[in-house]
């Protein structure tokens, strides 16, 4: 069930709104003038170190910031996680009616943090052990909310999707400077 509603969530709308690995144009610009003033337009920290909400013609989405890129471990693919949150079928051009209402991060201690850096480590082999991971919750105007979990090891990050049955490993994704080289992975 959750690897489902992942597939729609993530996958479709990549493919659908083509935006492959590039970035969409940042909330701040024309194209998210016309949002209503309950939208979130700028991202909580840490997720503004590497992340952006941007405007499409299909609603807010929350994908990479200038000079990152967020890429599936699946197939490499650009990710974005749409406002829109559709249960079923390709998403619908809505514009400036989807938009993110709240956005919840939550730091991870302990044991929750040993959690998710293991399952996000799985076949790997990462190596740093000061990593920080952060559960956040993104609700959008219908009233659904979806959950992802993002770690950062410095320099790089990674997120992956939580539903209410547990993280997803094959949700997985990197976050990467542009240009990096530093063979981190």
């Not at 749409?82 to 044991?111: T, W």
Request: net charge negative.
């Amino acid at each position: 069930m959750a690897k489902g509603r992942l597939a729609v969530l993530l996958g479709t709308l990549i493919v659908a709104l083509g935006f492959g690995t590039q970035s969409p144009r940042a909330a701040e610009t024309e194209e998210c003038r016309d949002s209503p003033n309950e939208a979130v337009t700028i991202l909580p920290a840490p997720l503004r170190k590497w992340g952006a909400i941007s405007c499409t013609p299909y609603g807010q989405v929350l994908g990479a910031g200038d000079g990152w890129m967020w890429a599936s471990l699946d197939d490499a693919k650009g990710v974005l996680i749409p406002s829109q949150m559709m249960a079923h079928g390709r998403p619908r051009a809505l514009g400036n009616d989807s938009y993110f209402v709240g956005i919840k991060v939550r730091q991870l201690e302990d044991d929750d943090l040993a959690s998710a850096v293991g399952l996000f480590d799985t076949g790997l082999d990462i190596e740093n052990t000061n990593a920080k991971a952060y559960r956040v919750e993104l609700t959008s105007v219908s009233g659904a909310t979806s959950v992802f979990e993002f770690l950062d090891f410095g320099s790089f990050a990674g997120g992956m999707y939580c539903p209410e049955e547990g993280c997803v490993a094959d949700s997985r994704f990197l976050i990467m400077h542009q240009g990096s080289n530093d063979g981190s992975i």
